[in-house]
């Protein structure tokens, strides 16, 4: 591993304290959507994105695994498949759950996804499950995590449905904007004699910060 990639391995380590803080819902957001603006909702659903390392990290263990562009796009549409139908969905519907089991969960498929990233059922000489079915699953899982979040502010009752596929609009840009410069750093690094160690690397850092992140929710939960 070159200097570069250490340094950059560094920083993730560094990020971990702000992942444990990541998207939780603020006074100025909730200040921001008291406006009932539609295109407030927007806003807040893509920083909510932009700032929710979990989703990120989730969604870079998988663009980690495929090699190709069109395989990227399947699988991130599989995942924004699975995220708005609970998104959308769970919220009109008014069905909630704690917010440190559903992140809690959310944790788990981060450090599921680096361990199968690392052959970890190969190992273990287990088949690993289908990739594609376990993006939708996760997709819905984090959907309901974002579900959770929204369900968390002060929507009102007036056009809720346009307001809740407002948000999910602001979700899609921030997940856009998020995964350009995810996948340009990736399809870089694969061009590096380094990207094994690369790889091995960042998606031991997946399940590290996985493992990290399901303790505190889980504490937060007990608290």
Not at 25 to 30: E, K, R, W
Request: charged share 15%; hydrophobic share 50%.
């Amino acid at each position: 591993m070159n200097r570069y990639q250490k340094r950059a391995l560094s920083l993730l380590f560094l990020m971990i304290p702000m992942i444990a803080f990541a998207h939780d819902v603020t006074s100025a957001d909730q200040e921001l959507l008291k406006s009932g603006s539609l295109l407030a909702y927007i806003q807040v659903g893509a920083t909510h994105m932009l700032t929710g390392y979990d989703h990120l990290l989730f969604l870079a263990g998988v663009v980690f695994y495929l090699s190709s562009f069109k395989d990227i796009i399947k699988f991130i549409t599989a995942f924004t498949i699975g995220h708005c139908i609970t998104l959308i969905g769970a919220t009109y519907a008014g069905i909630t759950a704690n917010e440190h089991l559903v992140d809690a969960v959310i944790a788990l498929s981060i450090l599921y996804k680096g361990f199968e990233n690392l052959g970890g059922f190969e190992k273990l000489k287990v088949k690993s499950p289908n990739l594609l079915i376990m993006v939708v699953v996760f997709g819905l899982i984090h959907g309901f995590g974002l579900s959770t979040r929204l369900q968390s502010f002060e929507n009102g009752t007036e056009a809720l449905l346009s307001k809740i596929l407002c948000f999910n609009v602001g979700v899609e840009v921030g997940q856009i904007l998020a995964l350009i410069p995810i996948v340009a750093i990736i399809s870089w690094s694969r061009k590096s004699k380094q990207f094994p160690a690369f790889y091995k690397a960042v998606n031991w850092y997946l399940i590290l910060a996985g493992l990290f992140l399901f303790g505190y929710q889980m504490m937060g939960y007990y608290s």
